[in-house]
């Protein structure tokens, strides 16, 4: 049986996720990605019951419905092109979305806000910025650098998203700023 699992981010997500399924409810399990989890049991309420239950003590929830896994696809697939360099993206993000989940990108998009209350853009915009945040922490490499590793044009677009996001220039947040986690955002 196969579990969507919504708000899993990372691999420690994925471990945490196999750890809740495997020792904690003694389920064996098949395969754990991010977002699903394979596990060898049918769906009976009462099982579905305690495995809702045990996630949602970790900080995870089950997907329930079609849109909510369409949403959170979308969600894994923006996660991942943050994480890759800007010269490793393929194509737009329109482009991107809708390929990689066959329906137009209007009605991606359509369902995401209905979902989120926020559009992909505006989503896609803080993962950059929280990427841009842990790359400034880092302190390794310039804002130049930054700005081309995070897809921005220029210094000066990056430093207007930035401020505009979290009200500080990113030297300013450098100094004193603080991340947020994935799912926080």
């Given at each position: 049986m196969k579990l969507m699992i919504k708000n899993m981010v990372c691999r420690h997500c994925m471990h945490t996720v196999h750890h809740v399924l495997a020792d904690m409810l003694g389920l064996k399990v098949v395969a754990v990605e991010l977002g699903m989890a394979e596990i060898e049991s049918d769906a009976t309420p009462g099982l579905m019951d305690r495995i809702e239950k045990a996630l949602t003590d970790e900080g995870f929830e089950l997907i329930q419905t079609r849109e909510a896994e369409i949403v959170e696809s979308v969600k894994h697939t923006l996660i991942e092109l943050v994480r890759s360099d800007a010269g490793e993206r393929p194509g737009n993000l329109a482009d991107v979305l809708s390929c990689g989940h066959n329906l137009s990108y209007a009605s991606i998009s359509r369902l995401f806000s209905s979902v989120e209350g926020r559009?992909?853009?505006?989503?896609?915009?803080?993962?950059?910025?929280?990427?841009?945040?842990?790359?400034?922490?880092?302190?390794?490499?310039?804002?130049?650098?930054?700005?081309?590793?995070?897809?921005?044009?220029?210094?000066?677009?990056l430093s207007r998203q930035f401020k505009q996001l979290t009200g500080m220039t990113p030297t300013q947040f450098r100094d004193m700023g603080r991340r947020r986690s994935l799912p926080e955002i």
């Amino acid at each position: 049986m196969k579990l969507m699992i919504k708000n899993m981010v990372c691999r420690h997500c994925m471990h945490t996720v196999h750890h809740v399924l495997a020792d904690m409810l003694g389920l064996k399990v098949v395969a754990v990605e991010l977002g699903m989890a394979e596990i060898e049991s049918d769906a009976t309420p009462g099982l579905m019951d305690r495995i809702e239950k045990a996630l949602t003590d970790e900080g995870f929830e089950l997907i329930q419905t079609r849109e909510a896994e369409i949403v959170e696809s979308v969600k894994h697939t923006l996660i991942e092109l943050v994480r890759s360099d800007a010269g490793e993206r393929p194509g737009n993000l329109a482009d991107v979305l809708s390929c990689g989940h066959n329906l137009s990108y209007a009605s991606i998009s359509r369902l995401f806000s209905s979902v989120e209350g926020r559009t992909i853009e505006s989503y896609y915009m803080a993962l950059r910025i929280e990427r841009v945040k842990e790359l400034v922490k880092y302190g390794r490499m310039s804002l130049s650098e930054i700005a081309y590793v995070t897809g921005f044009s220029s210094v000066a677009h990056l430093s207007r998203q930035f401020k505009q996001l979290t009200g500080m220039t990113p030297t300013q947040f450098r100094d004193m700023g603080r991340r947020r986690s994935l799912p926080e955002i």
